[in-house]
């Protein structure tokens, strides 16, 4: 197997390391979770230039549907880690209200190339020769900003892999027990967002005339038997946050981020006005009677409540520093809190659902799920939640039967529905739990190509080289620059194929392939035999060509 070359990063008395992910300062190790490394790398690798959030969310996470509470998490992560360094704390990532970030560091990036060897490399097209030993180079230093050949496959990548989220509804017949009842089919669809302006929040009111929803325009009040809109435009600086109906569904909590400050409002049906409740709030939920509110702070560390009016807040539970709370609800009887927490420990990412009362006691943990994604307690003792699994990540709904007095389940998850291709982001419901609301995406990755101009600083003549409708991840050019070599699963599984630029029909190298790897330092793919007997890494035996993406 052909050996690679070692990469690294340095800035600031910083050094990143992607091949083995380790980050550190002056040879020192810094702890940071897996997600907020994949975000520093992908920081580092476009210092100096604007990334939206939205560019960072698909870059990191992926066609996974995430809130932006994941993103503003992890950049609290690394800024935290930054500050390891007494100057840098809160100089190196600045937040540029209402749009995203900037990395303003000077990267320098250093190529190690691999030690002398005599063993059989591994080129792109699986042909196998030997290489002669030869004295290694000193190392090349060079500035992030002129490596335009990865930065231009990474950043297609995240550009071609759209999530249309829009929201969806099942209506329970007859109040129907929900395990009595098929949800194989899918819900029919009631928004008509595009990719490039997805539903970003939802809620169902309380008694299902009204869906309301937030994209990154308006606020939309949907009158679901005629289908009229009513739209609050959103002023600049302004991103949308969580959507909540009071129980008479006259008024809406809105959950907003005012030049990147976390905001609650309510917005009055009868009024059309928008009135200012808290500030440093988020992820409001409104209790059964009306008379109180639930929320997390501005960092969602920490449980507090307020009155429906907006005053006297007090503090209920406060979570670890690196924990983050989200997905609030209460019991039907107003005396227990349901929260979802998200923990990041040792580069792991855990996600539980918990319960606790009004003063932060009786703490009980309902369900423990790396998986789950959304969650909705019903009537009739039961939560309905979202989960991923298998290696494309679907999610499906899931059954609990649950003590709600208690906060405890009562018995094993039962899976609901048998869908492909889909994430559910977001679950809403009725007061009577007779209709369900669902915040539901779709997402294909495929692979563009394109010509570099201007110094590799332009990107023109972009057209699609994959045709078909199953997922396409690039991974690495052919040395001659006349083909791409990309993972797909147009075969019900991810395998590595080839595909020249004039050709529409991908040649299959024989291979199963594991995840395609986007980082400078590792542009290639693993994989494997089909029968699992031999196992390679395939990787072009050249540069990149500069003139193509």
């Known amino acids: 197997m052909g050996l690679e070359m070692k990469t690294l990063y340095r800035f600031e008395g910083f050094e990143m390391d992607p091949t083995n992910r380790v980050f550190g300062l002056g040879g020192k190790p810094i702890a940071i979770p897996s997600r907020a490394f994949d975000l520093l790398l992908y920081m580092t690798c476009n210092a100096q230039r604007l990334l939206t959030k939205e560019e960072l969310m698909r870059a990191v996470w992926g066609g996974t549907i995430v809130e932006e509470g994941n993103l503003t998490q992890s950049v609290f992560l690394l800024r935290k880690a930054l500050s390891a360094h007494p100057s840098m704390e809160n100089q190196l990532i600045v937040t540029v209200p209402g749009r995203g970030y900037r990395f303003v560091a000077e990267v320098e990036r250093i190529d190690i190339p691999p030690p002398r060897s005599t063993q059989p490399d591994i080129s792109a097209n699986a042909a196998t020769h030997r290489t002669e030993a030869a004295p290694a180079p000193a190392p090349a230093v060079q500035k992030t900003m002129h490596s335009h050949r990865w930065y231009g496959l990474w950043y297609t990548m995240g550009a071609v892999i759209t999530v249309a989220a829009i929201a969806a509804l099942i209506i329970l017949p007859g109040g129907a027990r929900l395990q009595r009842i098929k949800l194989i089919p899918l819900p029919h669809r009631v928004t008509a967002n595009s990719a490039e302006n997805p539903v970003a929040t939802f809620a169902l009111s309380p008694n299902g005339k009204y869906l309301a929803y937030t994209d990154s325009q308006n606020i939309t009040i949907q009158t679901l038997a005629s289908g009229e809109n009513r739209s609050i435009p959103l002023g600049a600086g302004v991103a949308p946050g969580r959507v909540i109906w009071y129980p008479d569904a006259t008024r809406l909590l809105v959950g907003e981020r005012v030049n990147d400050a976390a905001t609650v409002f309510v917005y009055s049906i009868l009024s059309g006005k928008l009135s200012l409740l808290r500030e440093n709030a988020m992820n409001p939920a409104v209790s059964p009677d009306g008379t109180r509110i639930v929320y997390a702070d501005g960092g969602n560390h920490e449980l507090w409540l307020m009155d429906g009016n907006g005053e006297n807040p007090r503090r209920v539970l406060a979570a670890n520093a690196q924990d983050r709370v989200y997905a609030m609800s209460w019991s039907p009887d107003g005396r227990r809190v349901w929260f979802a927490r998200v923990r990041w420990d040792k580069e792991q990412e855990t996600i539980t659902l918990e319960t606790c009362d009004l003063n932060g006691g009786s703490r009980t943990v309902v369900l423990r799920d790396a998986s789950a994604k959304a969650f ?174």
Request: charged fraction near 20%.
């Open 376 to 549: 909705r307690l019903l009537p009739q003792e039961r939560l309905i939640y979202a989960a991923a699994e298998g290696p494309e990540n679907f999610t499906n709904l899931w059954e609990l039967p649950v003590n709600t007095d208690l906060g405890k389940p009562v018995g094993p998850p039962r899976k609901l529905t048998e869908w492909t291709n889909l994430s559910i982001s977001g679950i809403s419901a009725t007061a009577d739990g007779k209709q369900v609301a669902l915040l539901r995406g779709s997402w294909q990755a495929d692979v563009y190509v394109g010509d570099l101009r201007a110094g590799g600083t332009q990107l023109a003549n972009t057209r699609r080289l994959t045709l078909d409708e199953s997922d396409n991840r690039p991974a690495f050019w052919t040395p001659d620059g006349q083909a791409v070599v990309f993972s797909s699963n147009r075969n019900g599984r991810f395998q590595v194929f080839r595909q020249r630029l004039d050709g529409t029909v991908p040649e299959l190298l024989g291979m199963d392939s594991g995840e395609a790897v986007y980082t400078p330092a590792r542009p290639s793919i693993p994989g494997s035999a089909a029968d699992g007997s031999t196992s390679a890494r395939y990787r072009p035996a050249g540069a990149y060509p500069g003139t193509s993406l």
